[in-house]
């Protein structure tokens, strides 16, 4: 039997998905999905347009640049279009990043950010995740 180190395990609450231009994108993955995207809002501070899609269980998230330089245009530039992030989703985040840190995990902003979709946010540095960059994210009640 697996050990579990947490009270219960995480949900995948979305992944991320860069790319390079909205109108093309967002009407190919309704395609293939089958679901219109519900919907799609800018967080300015991180350069980000954000648009997202409910599927069963989690959500798609695709995710353009706004402004050249911004995280996701610096991703496209050097790794192009896809995966961007894996999130997950944490009742208590403050609490998440104390018990991660504890275990050795580094951090992009160890200060949680209001993301997108009423959340809030944070990330794990990919070099402490094997190449994975992971979001944390709890809903703003
Ligand atoms: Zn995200």
Same mark, same amino acid.
């Given at each position: 039997?697996?050990?579990?180190?947490?009270?219960?395990?995480?949900? !995948?609450?979305?992944? @991320?998905?860069? !790319?390079?231009?909205?109108?093309?994108?967002?009407?190919?993955?309704?395609?293939?999905? @089958?679901?219109?995207?519900?919907?799609?809002?800018?967080?300015?501070?991180?350069?980000?347009?954000?648009? $997202?899609? &409910?599927?069963?269980?989690?959500?798609?998230?695709?995710?353009?640049?706004?402004?050249? *330089?911004?995280?996701?245009?610096? $991703?496209?530039?050097?790794?192009?279009? *896809?995966?961007?992030?894996? &999130?997950?989703?944490?009742?208590?985040?403050?609490?998440?990043?104390?018990?991660?840190?504890?275990? @050795?995990?580094? $951090? !992009?902003?160890?200060?949680?950010?209001? *993301? &997108?979709?009423?959340?809030?946010?944070?990330?794990?540095?990919?070099?402490?995740?094997? *190449?994975?960059?992971?979001?944390?994210?709890?809903?703003?009640?």
């Amino acid at each position: 039997m697996l050990k579990s180190f947490i009270e219960k395990s995480m949900r !995948i609450e979305h992944i @991320g998905i860069a !790319i390079q231009e909205a109108t093309q994108a967002q009407t190919l993955f309704a395609k293939l999905m @089958g679901v219109e995207s519900y919907k799609s809002e800018e967080v300015v501070e991180q350069g980000v347009c954000t648009i $997202f899609y &409910a599927l069963d269980n989690t959500k798609i998230e695709l995710l353009q640049s706004l402004a050249p *330089g911004s995280p996701i245009d610096k $991703f496209i530039q050097k790794r192009g279009e *896809g995966i961007h992030h894996i &999130a997950f989703a944490v009742d208590d985040i403050r609490a998440e990043i104390l018990r991660l840190k504890a275990q @050795g995990f580094q $951090f !992009i902003n160890e200060e949680p950010q209001r *993301g &997108a979709d009423q959340k809030w946010i944070c990330f794990l540095h990919p070099k402490s995740t094997h *190449g994975v960059l992971v979001e944390l994210c709890q809903d703003i009640k």
